[in-house]
């Protein structure tokens, strides 16, 4: 029961919206991940932190659900509970406070601005639209102060990320990516699809001046790691789901010129960090994560030099 629910999180989780969060410019820190618990009792679920040389592993959180957050100083995290409370805490997962409880829908993908003031997320949540007023699912984009105030929602979207020069990107439900200003103006299209198509794990470069992105086919069949130049319009991309890259999620390296992903293991062997470049080629295995643990969701937060 267990492994067929932890597979079923998986599933959603890859199928719908998820992000890594920001990564900053600075030096590599602590790395933090939401991971399950391989074992039938789920006893270690939570948010983990862990060296970036695969040291000094520590559960930090026990009751979260999705993504984790850091903020661009590394000193705070954001995570979601049960889905409707949004809650912050210190990087070592004390001094936890609830910043907002959402009445409607469920909430997930947290990311902080760089700031530190605001976290954007996505809330999925049920609409009445047409004459008839059928209900149908929807995602969309809102922004709340880290105090619980000034709640709104920007767009329609999900996986949306904050850039270290204040910009937002999201994606749209037929795989568009958009950038948008935190005042819900100056939507841009930044990329365009030839067919529909589910775009997740959005995540911009430390300097602010690419992405990179999951992107699907409608019915999962295929898979590829896409990066955007937001300057030039330009792009690189290479399969995922092979033996080389199985990407449970996909984020920006510290380094501007790597990407980080955590790889699926062979079997029921430990998932591993890696990086490789955005032309997919030059893997470097970092380390494997523990042993009987899943993860699912991670940032790489660093200390701004």
Known sequence: MRF??????????????SAAGATWPGKPGPIVYSALDDDDEGARD????????????RRIARRATGDVASSRDGKQIAFFRSGSELWQAR????RARRVLRLQDGSGSDPAWSPSGRQLVFTLTVGRLVGDNEEVIEMQEVWVVRRGGGGLRML?????????SRGLIAFAEEDGLVATIRPNGRGRRVRVRQRRAAVVTELDFSPNGRRLVYLQST????????HTVNLRTGGHTSFRDSTRQVSARDVAWAPSSDRLAYAHRGPGNGPSQLRTIRPNGTGIRTLFDFPSGLTPFGFAWPTRRP
């Open 4 to 17: 067929s629910l932890a597979c079923v999180v998986l599933a959603v989780l890859a199928a719908f919206p």
């Open 46 to 57: 939570g948010i983990y932190a862990i060296g970036p040389d695969g040291s000094r592993n």
């Open 91 to 94: 990087s070592d997962g004390s």
């Open 155 to 163: 767009h329609r979207g999900h996986a949306a990320t904050w850039s």
């Open 218 to 225: 409608r019915r999962l069949t295929k898979s590829a790691i």
